[in-house]
């Protein structure tokens, strides 16, 4: 089983919307945010703890996606712990330099991790502009991914969403879902 921490604020649903629509059809998703807990999909376990903060972690390896609004955690963050955060956001770049961790960028340089390179109301190109590695341990090579928007799949244009989108896709890269529309990319 895989552990994925959303931190931010409660508010911040968009990449909550993105897990519990996608993320279900190629993973079995144990999904917890405040009181609630929903399980949905079917394959490899995935636990998703959506929160506010992060104050304590004795984990394993983990995923730790930043929402637009979130506070790095103060905690010491597992050695194989991977961060995705938004490189607009300065305060969070800034607290994760102390931590030496491995950390995926998504915005709207080239110099990102992630990044896209066409955006129009029907769905946005988005290119991981270098290497990285999944938890597989698999080298993913630059590439681009399609991605289109539909009122199904939570995917959209609007300014704010552009992240939760870039996010997720970096999520599903690192969780190397082969199976997936991704995954036969690369």
Known sequence: MTTVFLIGENDD???EILVKSNLTNTYSVTYIKG???S???KGYDVLVLDSPALEAAELGECIIVMKSRGEVPAVS??????VIVNSENTEQLNALEAYGRQVITCGKDR???LSYTSLTSDGIVISLNREITAFSGRKIQPLEIPVKFTLESGFSAE?????DTIAYTALR????DYDSEIGLLY
Not at 159 to 163: F, M
């Open 39 to 41: 399980e949905a999909g």
């Open 173 to 176: 890269l690192i969780l190397d």
């Open 35 to 37: 009181n609630s807990i």
């Open 111 to 113: 110099r990102d991790t």
């Open 77 to 82: 963050l597992p050695e194989k712990s991977i």
């Open 13 to 15: 649903t968009g990449l």
């Open 159 to 163: 300014p704010d969403s552009v992240y």
